[in-house]
């Protein structure tokens, strides 16, 4: 794996850097992405499989490929994420641990896990390429390695990410290999040199929600691609992202409020815990239900 880097950061526009990071992200200049902090509020929101399935409904048509292992006494899921987010063209890695085993009758049954807590964290890095040709790269040591282009319009099987990840031992690196083993990868599709194991994520192997139909994929990306005109349209006469943001807010206000719900944002969240919650309650109670969520609350 490559040196890890930090990379430079901001707009040129204090307070529209303020907005970005009160959204979870910062702005990398010198590769024109957006990418998620370090404890961002999206670090409470945990995962579960109902957030991949309510992706594409809610104008995300994005590849996914979790693969599940356990290792240290815990069940672990990282989760590699590439595609359209509305207006934006992005990857992820994510890291997360086992919580509890719920079901919602009719609606869910599986594991609700936690994000990586500070100690679970990994060296990791993700080259995004479109066609074959470099969108951009990430490398961190995180829980939740993201980047996002804002304005570039992809179908997913046009992006491949080429992963790296670096474990702490061989010990967990053997654990996440048979965990990439049981997700359909053979031994032919991955590399690992001491603890360090290299893929490259292109079709998925898994099976891919539900909501991801041919037709409905056809029409939210026709919507996404129009937005992603409009804002080439509006930005095209100007250099830097201080410049485009104020123009997209004076000359399409709905349009730059999409911007500012980069990648899967606050309301994508906000509104599935309630309905995890919700559930919860009929199952639990009230009191009960708020126990189990309390530690993965979504600040206001």
């Known amino acids: 794996m490559e040196r890890l880097a930090v990379p430079a950061q901001g707009t040129g526009d204090p307070d529209l850097d303020q907005v970005i990071e009160n ?5 990398d200049p010198g590769q024109d992405i957006f990418y998620a902090t370090l404890n961002p509020w999206q670090r409470n929101a945990g995962y579960c499989r109902i957030y991949d399935e309510v992706s594409a409904p809610t104008g995300m048509i994005i590849d996914c490929e979790p693969v599940y292992f356990e290792y240290d006494g815990k069940k672990w899921m990282i989760g590699f994420w590439k595609g359209q987010y ?21 609606i869910f049954s599986g594991m609700f896990y936690k994000s990586a807590d500070n100690d679970e964290l990994l060296p990791m890095s993700f080259v995004l390429r479109k066609n074959g040709s470099v969108l951009f790269t990430r490398s961190e040591k995180h829980w939740w390695l993201t980047g996002f282009k804002l304005g570039e319009f992809s179908d997913p099987s046009e992006l491949t990410m080429d992963i790296d990840l670096a474990f702490p031992n061989t010990a967990m690196r053997d654990a996440f290999l048979n965990g990439l083993r049981d997700a359909g990868y053979n031994d032919q599709e ?41 804002y080439q349209e509006i930005t095209g006469p100007y250099r830097t992202m201080q410049d485009k943001m104020k123009a997209i807010e004076s000359l399409a206000p709905q349009l730059y409020q999409t911007v500012l719900r980069l990648g899967k944002s606050k309301e994508f969240y906000e509104l599935w815990m309630k309905v995890l919650i919700l559930g919860l309650v009929g199952l639990f109670g009230y009191r009960r239900s708020r126990e189990l969520f309390e530690h993965q609350r979504i600040s206001e």
């Open 86 to 106: 509305d207006l934006v063209t992005g990857g992820e890695i994510g890291i997360y641990t086992g919580a509890f085993h719920f079901t919602l009758p009719g």
């Open 23 to 27: 959204a979870g992200y910062r702005y």
């Open 190 to 230: 991955f590399y690992f040199s001491g603890n360090n194991v290299s893929f490259t994520f292109a079709k998925p192997h898994t099976v891919q929600p539900r909501t991801r139909k041919p037709s409905t994929d056809r029409l939210i990306q026709a919507k996404n691609k129009l937005l992603c005109d409009k």
